[in-house]
């Protein structure tokens, strides 16, 4: 059925095209709400139609490929046969990842703007075009993913298990574009997918795997072991990275990458991620931008700072119409319209104003890092874990035990609890799993289970 309504409206645009009756630019802003695999099969049925009049433009190509990721979302595409032709094998596909300057049309400010003044993605005339945006070999990238991880996962069964995100890119990107003070801080993030509930169940023990591959090379008391609703991180002694489990469950690799926010941490990869990693550059429309969480405005700043630009499409104009007093939404309460992205656009510029000259992680005054977001799709783990040379899983857990009781203290004083008996708190620490797995005040006494992720 699905098939057929896109075959339709396929051949309804082929109507309007050759018919005329509608202007270029609104079918060029009809072919971008396509899949992209039905777009490719448009320019190839309909070449003439679609050169002669300039409708698949960057804009709409663009669009269409980062409206891919949120139709997974929408269950759009929903059986893993069909989402799996969404991804590409990074390395059977190197003629596409050759480093290139945006074109005029992604350069055009009335169209897309940076949203962080002074970091833009390099001028034409600057960009090695040509070069590998990626290290030259699957081998090459293995062996500098074994170093990453510090060899934690080098025996791991990965059947139904996948690696995303931040420490996937830091191991593909060329070694010159990698800064160590910007990406030594990153988390390996595993999700669980491909299984249904049921399958799910006796998979949990793939948490204790995990687990038991990343204790191995550590003494017990060294670990800490976090849970949360949707987590569970095992933290070890510093170079060894956190390892986070997701515990939901996703029908394919591509609905995980179609979570992600930024374009650059989808790496398998999606049409989007080769497009950030040949420009350097991550797109996002202005409806995506008033909705970002915390964490994901964080991950915008981040990646910003580690080298990847942040254009948001029609920014300029907004900007423009907001510093003319011209309202784009007449009657409508600022904050219900474009306000909300506007409030974000200056506070991201403010952000990395602030943080430019700041190492990754900055210290309070009371020694304790400041939160930081990771860089998963989502704020799946709700509370900020420490990283780095000083730290290990004691220390971890003398730090989780004080933010713990300033947060009962502070409920008590307030009225929200009446007694310490009361406190439910959102994460449970110990360590070993067998203390978080058996926690009775476990988060919202929740079972210690994989759930669906809708």
């Known amino acids: 059925m699905r098939k057929r309504r896109e075959a339709e409206r396929i ?3 082929r109507y309007l095209i050759n018919q005329q009756r509608l202007p270029t630019g609104l079918v060029g802003l009809a072919l971008s709400y396509l899949p992209y695999a039905r777009l490719l099969d448009l320019q190839r049925a309909e070449p003439a139609f679609l050169s002669r009049d300039h409708l698949v433009t960057a804009d709409v190509t663009n669009l269409c490929i980062w409206r891919d990721g949120l139709s997974l979302l929408a269950g759009a595409t929903g059986d893993a046969s069909t989402t799996s032709k969404l991804l590409m094998r990074v390395y059977d596909h190197l003629e596409l990842l050759q480093r290139r300057a945006l074109d005029a049309d992604e350069r055009d400010p009335r169209k897309y703007s940076p949203v962080i003044p002074g970091h833009a993605p390099p001028p034409p005339e600057t960009t090695s075009s040509g070069s590998l945006a990626v290290v ?25 298990l996948f690696l995303a995100g931040g420490s996937v890119v830091a191991c593909l990107l060329p070694e ?26 006796a998979k949990v ?4 795997e995990v687990y038991e591959q990343v204790r191995r090379a550590q003494s017990e008391s060294e670990v ?15 170079p060894s990275r956190t390892v986070q489990i997701i515990l939901r469950l996703y029908r394919s690799p591509a609905h995980v990458l179609g979570a992600f926010d930024l374009d650059c941490v989808a790496v398998l990869a999606m049409p989007r991620c080769l497009r950030a990693l040949t420009t350097k550059t ?11 969480s915390y964490s994901c405005e964080f991950r915008a700043v981040k990646y910003c700072r580690r080298g990847f630009a942040l254009r948001v499409f029609d920014a300029q104009q907004l900007l423009q119409d907001r ?27 403010f952000a990395l104003d602030t943080l430019k000259a700041a190492p ?24 900020y874990i420490p990283y780095g040379p000083t730290w290990d899983g004691p220390r971890i857990r003398r730090f989780l035990e004080r933010k713990q009781a300033r947060e009962r203290a502070q409920l008590r004083q307030s009225g929200a609890i009446a007694s310490v008996r009361d406190y439910a708190p959102f994460f449970v620490f110990g360590a070993s799993l067998d203390q978080v797995t058996n926690h009775s005040r476990a988060h919202l006494h929740l079972p210690f289970t994989l759930v669906e992720q809708s």
């Open 282 to 292: 991550n797109l996002m429309e202005l409806s995506s931008l008033r909705t970002l």
């Open 323 to 349: 510093a003319k007093g011209r309202d784009v939404h007449p009657g409508v309460p600022l904050v219900q319209a474009d306000g909300v992205a506007l409030a974000k656009i200056v506070g991201l510029q």
């Open 11 to 13: 051949e309804y645009l």
């Open 360 to 383: 990754e992680k900055k210290q309070t005054n009371a020694g304790e890092p400041d939160k930081e977001a990771g860089d998963g799709g989502a704020a799946y783990d709700e509370t």
């Open 205 to 208: 023990s793939t948490v204790r």
């Open 224 to 238: 800490c072991v976090v849970r949360t609703k949707n987590a569970v991180s095992i933290c070890t002694r510093h």
């Open 176 to 201: 010159a574009d990698v800064d160590p003070a910007l990406w030594g801080q990153g988390d390996i993030d595993l999700w669980i997918v491909g299984l249904n509930p049921h399958q799910a169940r």
């Open 136 to 160: 030259p070999s699957l081998e090459e990238f293995k062996r500098r993913l074994d170093a990453f991880t510090n060899g934690q996962l080098r025996h791991l069964n990965w059947d139904n």
